[in-house]
């Protein structure tokens, strides 16, 4: 499998809120910083950093991909995130993407996004 076929496929388990199966694609010591957020380093901590950010604030998220990059172990990918919120609306953001391999596995996921939109009141 190719790495954007990788990447793909975390997207899905993003869309259907797999935070397992997401955490089982990553190595040991990966890292993954959404937005301007600290990063977070190793399963548990990525685990715990997902589940504490805006996951309370959504009902459904769809990535729309418009483009991906791959250069030796890097995909970069561009893509514009819909968020189902709880009160009903949905908002759009732009977003950049960066995953890191090692192998197979996800070693860093960096997340370039205004995330603000979603937590305004």
């Not at 250069?71 to 609306?89: F, H, I, K, P, S």
Request: contains cysteine; aromatic residues 10%; proline residues 3%.
């Amino acid at each position: 499998m190719s790495n954007i076929s990788t990447v793909q496929n975390l997207l899905k388990m993003f869309e259907s809120f797999n935070v397992p199966g997401f955490l089982d694609c990553l190595t040991e010591d990966a890292v993954y910083r959404f937005g301007n957020y600290p990063a977070a380093t190793g399963k548990e901590a990525i685990e715990a950093t997902i589940k504490a950010s805006h996951m309370d604030q959504i009902t459904g998220i769809a990535f729309d991909v418009k483009s991906s990059y791959e250069q030796g172990d890097t995909v970069v990918v561009e893509l514009a995130v819909n968020y189902n919120m709880v009160g009903g609306n949905t908002i759009t953001l732009p977003c950049l993407d960066i995953f890191r391999f090692d192998g197979d596995k996800v070693k860093a996921m960096l997340v370039f996004m205004d995330a603000s939109p979603l937590f305004a009141g």
